[in-house]
């Protein structure tokens, strides 16, 4: 049972470079969630999505994008990587507020922008 | 707005004293409240939850926590530590209208032999 996969876990990056990073469920859940860790701040969402095809903006979405084509899927990606954006990166999913209130959290990506 | 406040970085305690961490909250509606507890390396893990019902909630691992909705508090507790209780504990709490949580700073626990 793998839950929720995150890849990949580690990542080094300079300055101005674009990368995706991937996460998958198996838990047919319907609403999956990008969030960064940095130290002192907690988890901060970045962006969510509540079904297929949708997306939103959470609490700091600039500089990142996301795509769910895929209900199992969810993508977050860097166009062009800056110091600021070097953090733990968490994904989580969950079947929803009313359904379910539990996340269940991947393992994290840790990324370093030079 | 929601938004939840977590007032100690660092709580130290020797095993089989009791632990306490401490969680308020702020939103404008009725609360959903929510600890996760993250261990070295790994992503957060689901801990318990209130949403309606007792103020003493119970969850995984012994831990316990009290809503108190005049303090609006939540802190978590558990009788007896561990050592194997150390790690970063998480309060989130969401209002009732929206989808997304909102996690505090952490809190570091350390439980000594």
């Known amino acids: 049972n793998a839950g929720v996969t995150q890849t990949p876990k580690f990542r080094v990056l300079k300055t101005g470079q674009s990368m995706t990073l991937l996460c998958a469920q198996d838990?047919?859940?319907?609403?999956m969630y990008w969030y960064r860790q940095d130290p002192g701040m907690g988890l901060r969402l970045i962006h969510y999505s509540v079904g297929e095809g949708t997306t939103a903006k959470g609490e700091v979405p600039d500089g990142y994008n996301v795509s769910r084509l895929k209900k199992q899927n969810f993508l977050l990606g860097l166009e062009s990587a800056a110091p600021s954006q070097t953090s733990v990166y968490f994904c989580a999913s969950s079947y929803g507020p009313v359904l379910n209130e539990k996340l269940f959290f991947g393992s994290g990506t840790q990324l370093s922008v030079l | 707005a929601q938004s939840v406040a977590q007032p100690e970085d660092q709580v130290n305690v020797a095993e089989g004293n009791p632990l306490t961490v401490k969680c308020t909250y702020s939103?404008?509606?009725?609360?959903?409240l929510f600890w996760y507890v993250q261990y070295p390396n790994r992503g957060l893990q689901f801990l318990l939850k209130y949403i309606t019902g007792d103020n003493l909630v119970k969850g995984s691992y012994g831990f316990e926590a009290e809503f108190n909705k005049s303090q609006t508090s939540f802190h978590l507790k558990k009788p007896s530590a561990l050592v194997s209780d150390s790690a970063l504990y998480f309060c989130a709490v969401r209002d009732w209208d929206d989808y997304k949580l909102s996690f505090g700073a952490g809190t570091t626990v350390t439980v000594r032999a």
């Open positions: 939103v404008s509606g009725n609360p959903y």
């Open positions: 838990m047919n859940h319907e609403y």
